[in-house]
């Protein structure tokens, strides 16, 4: 079995480079903490207060956990690559245990490489990381300390990103490797069953509707606290709403998009929309995947937004929590989900070779291709700031709060033109590259 996963990444590994990104990154990330950690531990005796080691982990935690997930829509977009491969494994007599350990075994060996890589290079930015979390904490809980390459952050990172990597490609690949996967080729969108899927939306309809009574309840209700336990109730009830807001979306992801995409540019009639619009209906799987990852970023953002200003400590005590929630907390999540949204590119954008190649035949330009990239770029950025929109907007439904604008407007504004400029450039480099390769020009 190791042979045949070996040979089996050998003959793919082209198509496995668009991971390498998303991991590395979290090797990055990952590397960075474990090398501040060890080199703590090493120097205990000049911290006067507690040793802050949860402080490092938790970043370890959270980007490992956003892994997990993000893993499942690489997945999804490798498994169509690869669909034709492994229905001849089936048909040979392999079992889902079987292919599923043989893609696991894949990734793994993906895993490994780039987070050797990510941890060697996470000296860099570990030293930057230290000292910024110094300057807006102090010396007193984070005195001055030597910060060197560590052999332990390197061999920590590895094990716990590959170990990571291995379960959550085993459990996906085994979800979606149906007997559906093997016979029905339109049946890849539709792996879980339409009771499992009712199940799940009943359950986040149930605790929606509670949290939406809790809210509304709670002002009206003479509380132990008065009106700082009320407001920290109604910040944390918000967060929880937003948060369920995102399984709707991944409930009726991709349909919401694509409804709001018709709405919007039903009438084009320049060659470059008309041609995006149809690459950005085609790839559902993309679309589906570039709006839950980048609607889950503008939600953690927002909702970080929300309870950090909640009106209960000063000013500048609200923007100092923020900062340091977000270094803490939030930073690595959301590098990792930009990084994924590199990756997914990548892997998509190979597909779009012959795409490319049928526009030059019809007499397409390079300028109308480039327009074309960028009209995509565009169109996903636009969809994902509606949407996110719509999303963290709940939180308008009480005056309780003062829940400016600029909370639900600004991260949806930033996060969707980062997410524009990401996709644009990855997918220009993808056909600069892909045009090298074959010898044309551009």
Same mark, same amino acid.
């Given at each position: 079995m190791?042979?045949?996963?070996?040979y089996?990444y050998?003959?793919?590994?082209s198509?496995?480079?668009?991971?390498?990104?998303?991991l590395?990154?979290?090797g990055i990330?990952?590397?960075?903490?474990?090398?501040?950690?060890?080199n703590?531990?090493?120097?205990t005796?000049?911290?006067?207060?507690?040793?802050?080691?949860p402080?490092f982990?938790?970043p370890i935690?959270?980007?490992?956990l956003t892994?997990?997930?993000?893993?499942s829509?690489?997945?999804?977009?490798?498994l169509?690559i690869?669909?034709?491969?492994y229905r001849i494994w089936?048909?040979?007599?392999a079992?889902?245990w079987?292919?599923? /350990?043989l893609?696991?075994?894949?990734f793994t060996?993906?895993a490994l +490489?780039s987070s050797f @890589?990510?941890? !060697? %290079?996470?000296i860099l930015p570990?030293?930057?990381y230290?000292?910024?979390?110094?300057?807006?904490?102090?010396?007193?809980?984070?005195?001055s300390?030597p910060?060197?390459?560590s052999?332990?952050a390197?061999?920590?990172?590895?094990?716990t990103?590959?170990v990571v990597?291995f379960i959550?490609?085993?459990?996906?690949?085994?979800?979606?490797l149906?007997?559906?996967?093997?016979t029905?080729d339109?049946?890849?969108?539709n792996?879980?069953?339409k009771?499992?899927?009712n199940?799940?939306?009943g359950?986040n309809?149930?605790?929606?509707?509670?949290?939406?009574i809790g809210?509304?309840m709670v002002?009206y209700l003479?509380l132990?606290?008065?009106?700082?336990?009320k407001?920290s109730?109604m910040?944390s009830?918000?967060f929880?709403?937003l948060? /369920?807001h995102i399984f709707?979306?991944?409930?009726?992801s991709?349909? +919401?998009e694509?409804? @709001?995409?018709r !709405? %919007?540019?039903?009438?084009g009639?320049?060659?470059?929309t008309?041609?995006?619009r149809?690459?950005v209906i085609?790839k559902?799987?993309?679309?589906?995947?570039?709006?839950?990852?980048?609607?889950?970023?503008i939600t953690l953002?927002?909702?970080l937004?929300?309870i950090?200003?909640n009106?209960?400590?000063?000013?500048?005590?609200?923007?100092?929590?923020?900062?340091i929630?977000?270094?803490?907390?939030?930073?690595?999540p959301l590098f990792?989900?930009?990084s994924?949204i590199?990756?997914v590119?990548i892997i998509i954008s190979r597909?779009?070779?012959s795409?490319n190649?049928?526009?030059?035949?019809?007499?397409g330009?390079?300028t109308?291709?480039?327009?074309?990239k960028l009209f995509?770029?565009?169109i996903y950025s636009?969809l994902?700031?509606?949407i996110s929109?719509?999303v963290?907007?709940i939180?308008?439904y009480?005056?309780?709060l003062?829940?400016?604008?600029?909370?639900s407007?600004?991260?949806?504004l930033i996060v969707?033109?980062?997410?524009?400029?990401t996709?644009?450039?990855t997918k220009?480099?993808?056909?600069?590259y892909n045009c090298?390769?074959?010898?044309?020009?551009i």
């Amino acid at each position: 079995m190791l042979k045949l996963i070996y040979y089996q990444y050998i003959f793919r590994k082209s198509e496995w480079l668009g991971a390498f990104p998303v991991l590395t990154v979290a090797g990055i990330v990952a590397g960075t903490c474990f090398t501040i950690l060890f080199n703590i531990l090493a120097n205990t005796e000049v911290f006067i207060q507690e040793i802050p080691v949860p402080l490092f982990v938790a970043p370890i935690f959270f980007s490992g956990l956003t892994l997990f997930f993000l893993i499942s829509i690489l997945i999804k977009l490798l498994l169509n690559i690869f669909k034709k491969e492994y229905r001849i494994w089936y048909i040979l007599g392999a079992n889902r245990w079987q292919l599923s /350990i043989l893609i696991g075994g894949q990734f793994t060996i993906v895993a490994l +490489i780039s987070s050797f @890589i990510g941890s !060697i %290079l996470s000296i860099l930015p570990a030293k930057g990381y230290y000292t910024l979390i110094q300057g807006q904490v102090g010396e007193k809980y984070f005195p001055s300390i030597p910060i060197h390459f560590s052999f332990l952050a390197v061999v920590f990172t590895m094990i716990t990103l590959t170990v990571v990597c291995f379960i959550s490609a085993l459990y996906n690949v085994y979800i979606l490797l149906d007997e559906n996967y093997f016979t029905d080729d339109d049946r890849i969108q539709n792996k879980i069953s339409k009771v499992r899927k009712n199940f799940i939306f009943g359950i986040n309809l149930f605790l929606w509707l509670s949290l939406i009574i809790g809210s509304i309840m709670v002002p009206y209700l003479d509380l132990p606290g008065g009106i700082t336990y009320k407001l920290s109730f109604m910040s944390s009830a918000i967060f929880y709403l937003l948060v /369920i807001h995102i399984f709707f979306v991944k409930h009726l992801s991709p349909w +919401i998009e694509l409804k @709001i995409l018709r !709405i %919007l540019f039903s009438n084009g009639r320049n060659f470059a929309t008309i041609i995006s619009r149809w690459n950005v209906i085609e790839k559902k799987n993309f679309l589906s995947s570039v709006t839950i990852s980048m609607v889950t970023a503008i939600t953690l953002i927002t909702g970080l937004l929300l309870i950090s200003n909640n009106g209960i400590r000063s000013g500048a005590e609200q923007s100092k929590e923020m900062y340091i929630s977000f270094l803490f907390y939030l930073a690595s999540p959301l590098f990792i989900i930009v990084s994924n949204i590199i990756s997914v590119t990548i892997i998509i954008s190979r597909q779009e070779k012959s795409i490319n190649s049928i526009l030059e035949i019809i007499g397409g330009s390079n300028t109308q291709i480039i327009k074309i990239k960028l009209f995509e770029s565009i169109i996903y950025s636009l969809l994902n700031a509606i949407i996110s929109l719509l999303v963290v907007n709940i939180a308008n439904y009480t005056n309780l709060l003062i829940f400016d604008a600029k909370y639900s407007l600004l991260p949806a504004l930033i996060v969707s033109l980062i997410l524009c400029i990401t996709i644009f450039f990855t997918k220009i480099i993808i056909v600069f590259y892909n045009c090298r390769k074959s010898g044309r020009v551009i």
